[in-house]
Each structure stands twice: as C-alpha cells, then as structure tokens.
C-alpha cells in the first residue's frame, strides 16, 4: 500500500497534488495489471482523531485483507479534500457527512457510505482570556472565529452556533486557520478569539491552559445541546457515480472500514496509540492518549448512519447555510448516504 502523508513531514500541499494529476477521473478506479483495485483517498486531516479510522484501517491490516490498493492523502481541510473529489483527483474521501448535502444543493450527488460517527467531534475553543466574553452563540457578533478554511465543515457549524444564537455569518469574521499548530498559533497571537477545532488540538489546548472548551460536540449529550440534536460527521463519502459503477469495491471499502470501528470499539485509547504511527502523538503519546480517550466515544461501532441524525443536519444548515437553505425543501436525503454496504458487510460477519 502507498501513503501519502504530510503528518510528521512538512510537506508542500502542492507536492501531494502533484502526484494526483496522473489520473483526473474520479469516476474510474485504476484495476491494474493484477486486478487490484487502487483506491485514492483523501483524508481530510490524517492526524486528526475524527478520521481515525483512514489510518487505523491500514494498520491493522483491513485494506489488505479486502484485497485492496489504498494511497492515503492529507488534506488539511474537509473542503479542500471535498474540491479534490470533484476535481477527480481522488475517488474518496473521509470527510463530514454534511459536505453531501452542501454539495446536493449545488446538483451534485456525492454519498456516504460509511458512517464512522454520529457526532462532529469538534469543540468551539475559546482563548482563556476571552472565556469571560464569549460564552455562547449570541457572543459571536463581532469576533473573529476560527474555522479550518471557508467552506469548511467547522465554518458550517461556526455558522450553526452563530445563528442559533441570534448572530449572522455577516456579524462575525471567519478566518482560515487550518488545525493543529497554525490553529494553536493564530490563538496565542490573537488573530483569532476562538475557533472550531478537533483532538489532539483540544488536549494541547486545555493541557497547556491557552484555551477552554465553549461547545463540546464529542458526545452525544454536547452535540444535542449545541445542534438541537445529532449531527452524523466523520464517514467515507464518494460520487454517486462511482459508488453505483464499482460496487464491488465500495463493498471492500466498506468491509475494511467496518472491520476497523468494531476494532476501535473492542480496545483500549492506549492500545490505540501503541499501534498509531509515532508521528501522530508529536513526541507526546501521554496527551495523544488523552486525546483518543476523550473523543473515542464519538465513533459509531457498526457503521450506520441515525436517520434522524441526518434530517438534523439539514435542518441545521437549512437554517445557517447560504448554499442549502434556499434549496433545503428540495434535498433528497436518501441519495446523501446509504447503509447497504455496511449491512452487507455485518451479513458476511455474521455467516
């Protein structure tokens, strides 16, 4: 299996776009000579803990035992990795469910295929010297609010808790601050008063007492308080296209990913960590545990996603999004996932 990674190794975005013009068709899966088909993936932020399953699944051996070719790819924003799907530069990518709808607004089918959480597993930080100021939606009016990049799946919640607070998008100013250090950074200089942001940024941030926790939507319980309900996130998304012309791999795809959240479920945060590759704990497994036990309980143990979860995420960006609210009586759930691979994949399980 190939990996493409900029996790551990600075390397330029540009560089690992380059080695995806070879093949500008996302809706052809190269078999090869031996008939193994290779898959490119695009991750929307290898390291972070939402997509744990992307890299998880390679070390455990779950693409392998399906029989399948995985070249991985970092993108550091879930819109970035959304662009390359469309620009067929890629056939998949684990993103958040709710770049299906978005998309399905601008007549584009894209579907999830496997749910890997029903939860965004993100929190809303604030800088600790601001916590006294910011301590809701209705707080937002003229701040400057991180999200990963515009279009992102941060700025629609960014949006969501904005406008579930009285605020509009236009009251604030979303800035581009990717994740990991350069979300660190743009807190410490004050470029930004708070910002959405995943683990292992959260445990770095609260670890060292730069940042508190304003929204905590890594359970449950915090996502239904924060969104009104469930908001079905991290999941393996492709073109309608590609899902209904290789089935066959999608199924594959799906066996791995399910094999993966079962193996996720039945292990400890710490057992996690030891197989992970050193680079994803930054030279500090301690907080990299921290991290996994705090957000682990976000992932779905089978696969599937909560119906009802999904009508929440319209709802929420039918009221917050610019794309989808003037389209959101038209959106057609039932094209923006599907749950007939990860059935069929606990079908073979169970014989």
């Known amino acids: 299996m190939r990996l493409r990674r900029t996790v551990g190794i600075v390397t330029a975005a540009a560089v690992a776009m380059a080695g995806l013009t070879a093949c500008r068709d996302s809706r052809v899966i190269d078999l090869g000579d031996s008939g193994t088909p290779h898959v490119k993936l695009m991750v929307g932020g290898l390291s972070k803990v939402i997509y744990l399953p992307g890299q998880l699944a390679q070390q455990i051996g779950a693409y392998r035992k399906q029989g399948l070719d995985i070249e991985l790819f970092d993108q550091p924003s879930g819109a970035n990795a959304e662009t390359s799907l469309l620009a067929g530069e890629v056939q998949a990518v684990i993103g958040f469910y709710d770049h299906t709808v978005d998309l399905q607004a601008k007549e584009q089918c894209i579907t999830s295929v496997v749910q890997f959480s029903n939860v965004p597993g993100e929190a809303e930080m604030v800088a600790t010297d601001k916590a006294g100021q910011l301590r809701s939606g209705a707080d937002f009016k003229g701040r400057n609010l991180g999200v990963t990049s515009l279009g992102s799946s941060t700025d629609f919640l960014t949006k969501a808790l904005a406008s579930r607070g009285g605020v509009s998008s236009k009251e604030y100013t979303p800035v581009k601050v990717g994740a990991g250090q350069t979300f660190i950074s743009a807190l410490q200089q004050g470029s930004i008063d708070a910002g959405m942001t995943t683990d292992p940024t959260i445990a ?81 497994k301690a907080l ?64």
């Not at 905590?216 to 991290?234: K, Q």
């Not at 899902?243 to 057992?271: C, G, M």
């Not at 036990?293 to 696969?303: A, E, L, Q, V, W």
Request: net charge neutral; hydrophobic share 35%; glycine share 6%.
């Open 204 to 284: 770095q941030l609260t670890n060292t007492g730069q940042a508190k926790v304003l929204y905590d939507m890594r359970n449950e319980e915090g996502t239904r308080a924060a969104l009104g309900g469930l908001y079905p996130a991290s999941s393996l998304y492709m073109s309608c296209e590609i899902v209904k012309r290789y089935p066959d791999i999608v199924q594959k795809l799906a066996n791995a990913f399910v094999e993966t959240l079962s193996w996720i479920s039945s292990h400890t945060p710490e057992q996690i960590a030891d197989i992970m590759p050193k680079s994803f704990a930054g030279g500090d």
């Open 288 to 351: 990299y545990v921290k991290s996994l036990r705090d957000s682990i309980g976000m992932f779905t143990k089978d696969g599937r996603m909560d119906p009802d979860g999904a009508k929440n995420v319209l709802k929420v960006l039918g009221e917050s999004s610019s794309n989808v609210k003037p389209h959101k009586d038209r959106i057609d759930l039932s094209q923006t996932y599907t749950t007939r691979f990860v059935d069929a994949a606990h079908a073979q399980v169970a014989r």
